[in-house]
């Protein structure tokens, strides 16, 4: 139901991406690892053209749409059937939290503000935060604040999100929270992509692991068989290493 | 004995000072107003980098910063109704325009506009490219058309940032606007000095209309606080 066809991003004369090819199903969480600077951020953000793709396609479920003629609509339409979260969170910080999930309902699908007030509260109970509804962002530890990015992400029922790094810029204390709050969207069936240093979450999250180096994607597979038996040499080593880290 | 003052008249010239009070704050708002109109399209324009417009709209800048307000005001007053008879005559344009009745103040709200708009356009720049990236890029991320994103997200976080910067170039406005007389305007200033011929007493009329000046501005400067308090209360304060 996802699709990306032979993804390339230029950056000047910089090749980022090579050619990436990913085919995701629907419910799926896909972890995409790798070194720093390998591209997984940029093909995050290709997908939904935050970055525009030198050329390539993606695909989410029936809309296809081509880098080389991508009109405004379809680049709309990628970004509503999509929701991202980010590693600095990125909340307005001129909104609170309610408005925060909220506007993208009001200004975006033009939903009516009682409904989607009832909408937000909705989400915003599920990631635990119904106590903060008037709080700013500012106001919030790092770890609430990606639990709203969290929510302002679901709030357009996208059919994907994408995860950047979520608890990356988190103190260690609070990255549980976000990982839990994760893994309870990952359980009702959301398809995701998180790219993620977090390597014994990536196992145990995910159905299927890429494994990304140099703008191509080295190896994937599910990650029983990405952790315990990776085929090749520069994965296994580059998720042994890193485990050790951890 | 000689005295130093006339207090009587001082005291006196007051209240007819201050009925011309509308005239200058009028003038200052309502050219902080359209400057911010010209500020915010020319600083997109740069931000944007719009082919042509980006070269006029920095020369605009340019030409504004380097010559006097007083030249300024002069140009648009005799310009403008030249420029309109030419128009009127060579092609029969803004026929229901008559130059005879436009009001001095109109000139002076155009002058104090063109002038505070240059002046403005930078700091606003200044202030979107402050707004964080993430914001602008959270906005796209969740479909917001580009009108939304600014309008939503991003001009109200410039404005915080920009409200000290806006505040003192609005109080310098209200001051370089006792030059309005010199095109006829009758603002406080413009009122003082008929006060003063016909009375003879300059120092106290001066006096008094600077006092008029210097409280303006103190109130004013309050009401800078409060509101710059107001637009940043999501840096720190809960909301109601
Ligand atoms: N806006 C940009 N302009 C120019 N080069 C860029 C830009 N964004 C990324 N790059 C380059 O593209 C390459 C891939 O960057 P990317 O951020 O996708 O890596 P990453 O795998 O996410 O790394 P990290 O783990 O450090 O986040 C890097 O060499 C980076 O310098
Ligand atoms: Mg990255």
Redesign the interface.
Known sequence: MIKLENIHKYYDSQHVLKGINVNVNKGEVVSILGPSGSGKSTLLRCINFLEEPTSGIVEISDKRVDASSASKADIFSLRTSTGMVFQQYNLFKNLTVLQNVMIGLTNVKHIKKDEAKKTSLEILEKVGLTNRLNHYPAQLSGGQQQRVGIARALALNPEVLLFDEPTSSLDPELVDEVLATIRAVADTGKTMFIVTHELNFAREISDRVVFMEDGIIVEEGTAEQMFNHPKMERTKQFLSKATRNN | MENLLDIQFLIESFPAIISRLPITIGIAVGSLILSLVIGVITALIKIYRVPVLRVISSIYVSFIRGTPLLVQLYLVFYGIPKVIYFLQIEYGWLQSADVNSIAPEVYALLAFSINLGAYLSETIRSAIESV?R??F????????TPA?MML??IF??AL?VAIPNLGNMFITTIKDTALVFIIGVVDIMGQAKILGSRGLAFFEVYIAVSIVYWILCIVVERLLVKIEKRAR????G???
Not at chain 2, 233 to 236: K, T
């Open positions: 964080d993430g914001q890029e959270a906005a796209k991320a969740i479909g917001m939304q939503k997200i109200p976080q915080a209360r999501y840096e720190r809960i909301a109601s």
